[in-house]
């Protein structure tokens, strides 16, 4: 099925609420983190502007994933209602982005930030504050219990909420690689949201030493909703 | 040169005359022909004894799985331990030259190989040839048979193993092609989009272009003769820009229209980055296969001897400890590292995962034709071996022999279902295309159809209704269900999301260049940073879906996976003539295709049912307030 019409669905799924460091979270299938006590939504990795970033490099893919990204992004906060949101880091595919990105992209990010509390976290791509976008830029945030910047710090770190690497899983044996939030219930890494990056399997060298394994679940993200495996029944690659 | 039967003639063909003729015999085996599957175990004492009686035997099989197996099975049996090796095209080339050089040495009693030895293996001694598995073409059992006694004057001499009944047919219509000097190699396909977008880039590259002086250039060669001044304007626009309806990359342009006229490059690092992208041959993605002694840590970084290179999409079916079969040695999955594949030989005999792969030839159009006109011809029959003869026999007592022009369509109940099943002989891919398209039609004909599988020469469909039922009330037409117009919007939806196009789409990308090559050493950097060619994909389709690189996709998948002109020349061939039995049972020809139906996967995605399952521990366990607080 077309990956954007699946992830158009699964907007209708249920969340998954689990603990987080003690705080009640809600997962939901469409790869943002919602934290009903703080009325706050996260969402990491957009990687706007992606396609122009390859294409200043001479690689012209569509010009059409912000937009795409940003309609995605529009039905969660239709959804959430959130009076603030929070963007993990590499909200932008490259520092130039923000600067150049086309009118029509920039108004309809423009709607969805109005009267709201709006987070960028800086990230490796996007270091510097978006040009002319608005919003406030921070290198980290701490809302209620939690923590929330853009690369996980090694190590367990208790309540700390971050994206960058993308984590995705596969079923041991069998099936194809899902979008998954991977936690241990102290710490959460998110799914990243633009809709043409990539990811990381759990499994990966990068993610070592993050989890405290007998504990570690990734809640993959399916057609019809959010499944919570354990590390231990995934497979690599 | 492959000649296109409607242009004229672009070479002289050469008809040598004299030549030895070929002895060439099909085996006949006190054993029962199998009625599917492609290993033909069944004649393997056969198979070594002929080994035994001849100086040097090249076996050919039709892919590196059957390679594998026949060499594995071949050793099993090799009680005189006669020097036997393995030849294909994924095994490591050090060890691929070995076995060339000890078989020019007539060092070597048999070689089993793939294509990688059709063409240019002259030396050694060879005398015997074995072709094992059903040819699919008679250009390219004449291509092998050549490969024993490589001289005009002395007679060619091979076996043809056929491994199940319908094969027996098939290399009987073979060779009586063979010995009839018919050539049936594939005539050239039309030029691809994703080829040109490079070429005129590398044009650029070397020259600043004019663009009439190109598309002249370019359309005087053969595979681009029909191309419209207008798809080559988009191929340009694509090159220059991305072609896409929503004008934002004009400031980034790769090539731009000059004063002059010409077409230029605007910057000396596009020279740079398409010399690194050049190329049209995209590989599936392959890891390194390395044989180590123990799972150790010094081991593992020692990287261990190489065996091979293996499918990527291959590994990620396989957990640490699973068994495969590769290099004729069953090997234990140990894990991945960076780039390698780990493995250390296993102790049990018997791989746990079979290893499908590498190349399946469709058979050609000549040899389809040969076998339908052989089973509706009764008085051919008498070349077969008995067996056979007797299941046709037995086929026209209990069904129907169709004639050479019809399609035959057989329903009968078996269990709870209903099945369908139709006889075109148009190859597993076309009658693939061609069960997928029935299938859609039959849910909206209501038939509630459940599933399908298609061989070389059948297409069996299953549902709950019976469809035999449901023709003989009216409610389903034959005619009106195999109508050419499935080729139009039915192809079209089904296609659309259809992972094949995805993977048109991404060897496109490449050769296009819209994404680039990963180069070495670039793997280590991991996936985050690559550009998913699936999603770019996605974002396409739904965004622009006549982009002119949706259109070379489309164009791509068509040939190339989907043999949709051959089924176009199907449905055109049989109209009028379907001929449908109903039956209360199974019969005779249905058999081969109803035996295969649990061997394969069945149509449709699989949904979350493994996730559900798998997920299931963990969520009592969440429920039960761990992990977390």
Known sequence: MNALARRLKQGECEALEIALAGERVACDPSGVLYLPAEDCLVVTDLHLEKGAAFARRGMFLPPYDTAATLALLALCLDRYRPARVVCLGDSFHDRKGAALMPEGERDALAGLMRGRDWIWIAGNHDPEPPQGIGGETLLDVTIGSLSFRHEPTTGLRRGEVSGHLHPVARLAGRGSRRACFATDGDRMILPSFGVTTGGLNVLDRAFHGLFDMPRALACMIGHAGIYPVRFGALAAG | ?629
């Open chain 2, 1 to 629: 040169m492959t000649q296109s039967p409607a242009a004229p003639r672009q070479a002289e063909l050469i008809t040598v005359e004299g030549g030895a003729k070929p002895d060439i015999a099909i085996l006949e085996s006190e054993e029962r022909v199998p009625w599917q599957g492609h290993t033909a175990r069944y004649a393997l004492p056969e198979v070594y004894a002929a080994i035994k009686a001849h100086k040097t035997t090249l076996l050919f099989v039709n892919t590196r799985s059957q390679a594998e197996l026949l060499f594995q099975e071949l050793w099993r049996i090799n009680d005189d331990t006669l020097p036997i090796a393995l030849h294909h095209g994924s095994l490591d080339v050090g060890q691929r030259r070995k076995v060339e050089a000890a078989m020019a040495r007539n060092e070597l009693r048999a070689v089993v190989a793939t294509s990688t030895l059709d063409l240019g293996i002259d030396w050694g001694d060879v005398d015997l040839v074995i072709h094992v598995g059903a040819p699919k073409g008679a250009s390219r059992l004449a291509q092998r048979i050549g490969r024993a006694n490589h001289r005009m004057d002395e007679p060619s001499k091979a076996i043809l193993v056929p491994a199940n009944r319908f094969e027996v047919m098939e290399c009987r219509a073979a060779l009586d092609a063979n010995y009839l000097g018919h050539q049936d190699t594939p005539p050239l396909r039309e030029g691809a989009l994703d080829v040109l977008a490079q070429h005129v880039l590398g044009m650029a590259v070397a020259a600043p272009f004019r663009a009439d002086d190109l598309y002249a250039e370019v359309t005087s060669a053969a595979p681009y003769a029909g191309l419209s001044r207008e798809t080559f304007d988009r191929i340009v626009e694509f090159v220059a820009t991305g072609g896409y309806a929503l004008k934002v990359y004009e400031r980034y342009a790769k090539i731009k229209l000059t004063e002059d006229g010409t077409w230029r490059l605007t910057h000396p690092r596009f020279a740079q980055q398409y010399r690194m992208n050049a190329g049209t041959i995209i590989e599936a993605p392959m890891l390194e296969i390395r044989l180590i002694g123990r799972r150790t840590r010094s081991a593992i970084a020692r990287g261990g001897r190489p065996l091979g290179k293996i499918e990527e999409a291959f590994l990620e079916t396989l957990s640490p400890g699973d068994t495969f079969l590769f290099a004729g040695e069953v090997l234990r999955f140990e894990g991945i590292h960076e780039t390698s594949c780990l493995v250390t030989k296993a102790t049990s005999e018997e791989p746990k995962v079979p290893y499908y792969g590498g190349s399946k030839f469709p058979l050609s159009t000549y040899l389809a034709k040969e076998v339908r006109a052989m089973l509706a011809d009764p008085a051919r029959w008498s070349v077969l071996p008995d067996q056979v003869r007797d299941w046709l026999a037995i086929q026209k007592l209990k069904s129907i022999i169709p004639g050479p022009n019809d399609l035959l369509v057989e329903t009968f109940p078996n269990g709870k279902l209903f099945h369908m099943v139709l006889y075109p002989f148009e190859g597993r891919l076309a009658h693939q295309t061609l069960g997928m398209l029935l299938t859609r039609r039959l849910e909206r004909a209501r038939a509630m159809p459940l599933g399908f599988v298609a061989t070389d020469y059948s297409i069996s469909i299953w549902g709950r209704r019976d469809m035999g039922a449901m023709i003989a009330d009216g409610s389903l037409s034959l005619d009106a269900l195999f109508d050419e117009d499935m080729l139009g919007d039915d192809l079209e939806s089904w296609m659309a999301d259809s992972w094949l196009l995805k993977r048109s789409f991404r060897q496109c990308a490449v050769i296009s260049g819209l994404i680039e090559k990963r180069h070495p050493g670039q793997e280590k950097t991991g996936r985050q940073v690559t550009v998913s060619s699936d999603l770019v994909y996605d974002v396409l389709r739904a965004h622009e879906p006549d982009h002119i690189l949706m259109q070379a996709t489309w164009a791509d998948a068509a040939t190339g996976l989907l043999d949709v002109s051959r089924v176009s020349d199907l449905l055109a061939r049989i109209k009028h003539h379907i001929v449908h039995i109903d039956l209360d049972q199974i019969s005779p020809l249905a058999v081969p295709v109803m035996l295969e139906i649990g061997r394969e996967s069945v149509v449709g995605e699989a949904r979350d049912a493994d996730l559900r399952e798998a997920s299931r521990e963990a969520m009592i366990a969440l429920a039960m307030g761990e992990p977390g607080d």
